[in-house]
C-alpha cells in the first residue's frame, strides 16, 4: 500500500524488449560468422578448382595428402611430374610419379625399390598389375 501518493512510472525498457534486443543482436553475430566463413570456403573452393584446372594430377595427389593426418608434402617436382610425401608415424619417404596416373598407372618409389600398380581395361574386363624392379609381383 502506497501513502495515497501516485506510483511512480517505471523507467527504461521493459523485459521482453530487451530480450528481443538480444536475440536481434546474437543473429546479427550468426549472421557475420556465416558469411565470413563462407567467404573463406568459397575463396578456398576457387583455389582448389583454379589447381585442378591448371594440373589435376597434381591437385588430386596433393588433396589425398592433405586429407590424411599421417602424410606430410616433402616436394613437389612439376617437371618431372614427381610429389615425395613422409608418412609421419614411420617416417618413411614415398616418391609418387602423378603423371602416370593419366594412363592407369601408379608408381611409387621408396628405399630404392620401384613398385608401379598398372590397371588396365579390355572391353567388359580389367586386370591390374603390380611389379617391382625385378618385374610381375602379381597379376588379377
Same mark, same amino acid.
Given at each position: 500500500?502506497? +501513502?495515497?501518493?501516485?506510483?511512480?512510472?517505471?523507467?527504461?525498457?521493459?523485459?521482453? %524488449?530487451?530480450?528481443?534486443?538480444?536475440?536481434?543482436? @546474437?543473429?546479427?553475430?550468426?549472421?557475420?560468422?556465416?558469411? $565470413?566463413?563462407? =567467404?573463406?570456403?568459397?575463396?578456398?573452393?576457387?583455389?582448389?578448382? !583454379?589447381? =585442378?584446372?591448371?594440373?589435376? %594430377?597434381?591437385? %588430386? !595427389?596433393?588433396?589425398?595428402?592433405?586429407? +590424411?593426418?599421417? @602424410?606430410?608434402?616433402?616436394?613437389?617436382?612439376?617437371? %618431372?611430374?614427381?610429389?615425395?610425401?613422409?608418412?609421419?608415424?614411420?617416417?618413411?619417404?614415398?616418391? !609418387? +610419379? =602423378?603423371?602416370?596416373?593419366?594412363?592407369?598407372?601408379?608408381? =611409387?618409389?621408396?628405399?630404392?625399390?620401384?613398385?608401379?600398380?598398372?590397371?588396365?581395361?579390355?572391353?567388359?574386363?580389367?586386370? @591390374?598389375?603390380?611389379?617391382?624392379?625385378?618385374? $610381375?609381383?602379381?597379376?588379377?
Amino acid at each position: 500500500m502506497t +501513502n495515497g501518493g501516485p506510483v511512480p512510472a517505471k523507467k527504461g525498457l521493459p523485459t521482453w %524488449a530487451w530480450v528481443g534486443i538480444g536475440c536481434g543482436a @546474437l543473429i546479427i553475430v550468426a549472421l557475420i560468422v556465416t558469411m $565470413a566463413v563462407g =567467404f573463406f570456403v568459397a575463396r578456398k573452393v576457387k583455389d582448389v578448382a !583454379a589447381d =585442378f584446372e591448371k594440373d589435376p %594430377a597434381l591437385a %588430386a !595427389a596433393r588433396m589425398i595428402v592433405k586429407l +590424411n593426418p599421417e @602424410l606430410e608434402e616433402v616436394a613437389v617436382d612439376e617437371e %618431372a611430374g614427381t610429389i615425395t610425401v613422409r608418412n609421419t608415424t614411420t617416417g618413411e619417404v614415398v616418391t !609418387a +610419379n =602423378f603423371q602416370d596416373i593419366k594412363d592407369g598407372k601408379i608408381g =611409387f618409389s621408396s628405399g630404392g625399390k620401384e613398385i608401379t600398380i598398372d590397371a588396365s581395361q579390355a572391353g567388359d574386363s580389367g586386370q @591390374l598389375t603390380v611389379t617391382d624392379g625385378s618385374g $610381375a609381383v602379381g597379376a588379377r
